[in-house]
């Protein structure tokens, strides 16, 4: 089967957008302020200005291009148009899920499903954040499953730590997609990835951290359903 192979780039040009980028965080310093993070230059230069994720990134992308460590037609041409339909596409499955209730039916149903056996309402209570993770976002994902696990743990008249640290476990633990976790994303089209490879790497990750995850939450917070 074919290997994913990352793109390759000049030696030169990385050096100075490496550069670049370099002198730009070095020249500013990170401020906490009300309303989302602040950077002011430390020489007090210029008024402090405010930044989300998306200028940063394309601050970032605009220095690669002025340094020419990547040229404006490259740039172009390096936008790939499958991942942005396929990004497009999970995040209009993954809101139809969440608004119209089918998520909260799905993760209630599977939870009770589980019975009384509290080592398999935990495992359910993981499958189900996972998948929602994989599928929608992590934030989504703990916010859909949380009220379902208050309301297991208490049936169960049982501590909810144990159910919180899975929830926030299988919240952050999503490997099996692209779209899982914001990381995954910066390097599916820079590493020449393919959504095959992380189903094929990720999902048996998915499976050892999730048993990894429930065997140690039972063992630190035991549930009795005596």
């Known amino acids: 089967s074919r290997v994913s192979q990352p793109p390759q780039l000049g030696e030169c040009g990385v050096e100075r957008g490496c550069v670049g980028i370099r002198r730009l965080l070095q020249g500013c310093t990170r401020l906490p302020r009300r309303g989302g993070p602040v950077f002011r230059h430390p020489d007090g230069l210029g008024a402090a200005v405010v930044r989300s994720m998306l200028d940063g990134s394309l601050l970032g992308a605009g220095i690669m291009v002025l340094t020419r460590s990547c040229a404006a037609n490259d740039a172009r041409k390096s936008i790939d148009w499958r991942l942005l339909l396929m990004i497009g596409a999970a995040f209009g499955v993954?809101?139809?899920?969440?608004?119209?209730?089918a998520a909260a039916s799905m993760a209630?149903?599977?939870?009770?499903?589980?019975?009384?056996?509290?080592?398999?309402?935990m495992l359910a209570i993981y499958a189900v954040t996972l998948f929602?993770?994989?599928?929608?976002?992590?934030?989504?994902?703990?916010v859909l499953v949380f009220p379902v696990a208050m309301a297991a743990a208490k049936s169960l008249d049982a501590d909810f730590t144990g159910f919180a640290v899975l929830i926030m476990i299988a919240a952050s633990c999503g490997f099996a997609t692209p779209f899982g976790y914001q990381t995954h994303l910066m390097v599916y089209n820079a590493g020449g990835y393919r959504f095959t490879d992380y189903l094929?790497?990720?999902?048996?990750l998915d499976l050892l951290v999730m048993a990894t995850a429930v065997v140690g939450v039972c063992l630190v917070w035991p549930v009795s359903t005596g």
């Open 132 to 142: 929602f993770t994989e599928l929608v976002t992590n934030n989504a994902a703990a």
């Open 94 to 101: 993954g809101e139809a899920l969440k608004t119209s209730g």
């Open 200 to 204: 094929r790497f990720g999902l048996p």
């Open 108 to 121: 209630t149903a599977l939870v009770n499903a589980a019975g009384e056996r509290p080592w398999l309402v």
